[in-house]
């Protein structure tokens, strides 16, 4: 490097090993350097000594062809960045656990990989080296897949946590990379970027991955082909989270019918626009409409797939959101109660999905008067989502603001103060501080917080109301599942 800052700029030459023959960089070859002799005697080459690595492992042999194949899949993802071993253990699922291990064991034996708890790394030259050598065609479309399939896992709460987290940065990454002619896998990474991003609670990064799937899938499938439709479901409903309702609900709008008259008003896919252009309505106050879509849904759901599916516990939860907006408690109860009953068993009791049942309950609870049952259906849910979700989740500040309201109608302002100001913290970061729900917990929050006779705080309550409107406090505490 030295030999070269007389010729060249450090911004010039650290852009030069930015490019594709990074390896081939003549300060990587010992080239520029007047021949001079490596006073350690090392190799002055990086790729000859990347070369003498890779050549201790022989194909003849088992353990080193798996070997080559995980080295080649590791290059696939995200230069540098830190492997979950779960994630490599996905791309090649068809050779058993022992001889994976065996395997990665090998790369570390021969230098080639760095190892951690959980994760393995390759450096960025390594990287390089290897994709030059194209060392295995299988490897990039077993890489996708795996992505693709973590998507599916995120979305679905099977993927959460520092586990999610650790798989973004390989799935953005390849995502990014993968528009190079084949549209359907361009398309399919991004749309799994979406999901795992708004999984972990980056709805403005999920917001672009989907328009750029809608984008894809237009270009590849057509406008009314029922994939097209899915993206533009997903990126609608990221629309509505993020609080823009009037640039969702055309989305919505249109993805159901491209899907009504592709798979037909009974299949089960078709559930999916219905529950969430409910959502929609429901915020904006449309009840009567959001009913009809939810009853319809839950229909479908419990004819096609079934009494018991975690789909009909969600239509459920759904649909008594909507009895206990519209003061019909009594109906209400025994919905929210049967999903819960669902997901306990299906999911199990301390699942995500579970917590969204629990809160929907304790709400019930809550507006029956009975608020030591709702305390602890409250603490319950949020006891899940810190553990399982983060303490920075967004829908863990679903659970701290319902439990923080409910602290301050049991004569608790500083524990529900407390609660409030986390909850500010994470819905200004996640959602922004416009966003309906953030509003609904600031104005919270304003309540309880001295004022020292300016009223300042109540012209912040009135002003932040008015902007959110009347279904703001609602949504806050609700969610949606």
């Known amino acids: 490097m030295l030999a070269y800052r007389a010729e060249v700029s450090l911004d010039d030459y650290l852009a030069e090993l930015e490019q594709p023959a990074l390896v081939q960089h003549a300060s990587l070859l010992g080239e520029g350097l007047d021949d001079s002799p490596s006073p350690t005697r090392h190799v002055q080459s990086l790729a000859q000594t990347f070369a003498l690595c890779r050549g201790r492992l022989d194909q003849r042999h088992e353990v080193d062809r798996v070997a080559i194949a995980l080295l080649a899949r590791t290059a696939c993802l995200a230069p540098g960045e830190p492997v979950p071993r779960e994630l490599l253990a996905r791309t090649l699922e068809e050779v058993e656990p022992r001889r994976r291990a065996d ?13 951690g708890e959980g994760w393995i790394r390759l450096h960025r ?32 709460d099977h993927l959460t946590g520092t586990a999610l987290a650790a798989v973004i940065p390989h799935l953005v990454a390849v995502a990014a990379g993968g528009d190079t002619g084949d549209g359907g896998r361009a398309a399919d990474l991004c749309f799994a970027a979406g999901l795992a991003l708004r999984s972990a609670g980056d709805f403005r990064a999920a917001t672009l991955w989907y328009e750029r799937t809608v984008a894809l899938r237009e270009k590849v499938l057509g406008s009314d082909h029922p994939e097209t439709a899915r993206a533009m479901n997903e990126l609608g409903t990221m629309l509505w989270a993020r609080g823009d309702l009037r640039a969702a609900r055309p989305l919505l709008e249109r993805a159901l019918a491209i899907r009504e008259r592709a798979l037909g008003p009974d299949h089960s896919d078709t559930t999916a626009d219905l529950n969430n252009l409910a959502l929609l309505y429901r915020d904006q106050g449309e009840s009567a409409a959001a009913r009809r879509l939810f009853e319809r849904a839950l229909d479908i759901r419990e004819r096609v797939l079934g009494s018991d599916h975690p789909l009909t516990a969600r239509s459920l939860y759904n649909l008594a959101l909507v009895h206990l907006d519209q003061g019909e408690l009594v109906t209400a109860g025994p919905l929210f109660e049967r999903a819960l009953d669902i997901r306990e068993r299906v999911a199990g009791p301390d699942h995500p999905h579970t917590a969204y049942s629990l809160n929907g309950l304790a709400l019930l609870r809550q507006t029956r008067g009975e608020l030591d049952a709702a305390r602890r259906l409250f603490e319950r849910a949020l006891d899940i989502r810190e553990r399982v979700l983060g303490p920075d989740h967004h829908n863990t500040a679903v659970s701290l603001h319902n439990l923080a309201l409910l602290y301050r109608g049991q004569g608790e302002p500083a524990a529900a103060r407390r609660l409030l100001e986390r909850a500010l913290d994470i819905r200004e970061r996640v959602l922004g501080p416009h966003h309906p729900s953030t509003i609904a917990t600031r104005c919270a929050l304003a309540e309880i917080t001295p004022d020292n006779g300016s009223g300042g705080q109540l012209l912040v309550n009135r002003r932040d109301r008015t902007r959110a409107g009347a279904s703001a406090p609602r949504r806050a505490a609700s969610g949606s599942a």
């Open 125 to 156: 030259l390594i990287v390089h080296f290897v994709r030059h050598e194209s060392l295995d065609p299988a490897a990039q479309p077993a890489v996708d897949r795996a992505l693709t399939r973590c998507g599916r896992d995120a979305v679905e």
């Open 103 to 115: 395997g990665l064991r090998r790369l570390s034996d021969v230098g080639l990989v760095e190892e």
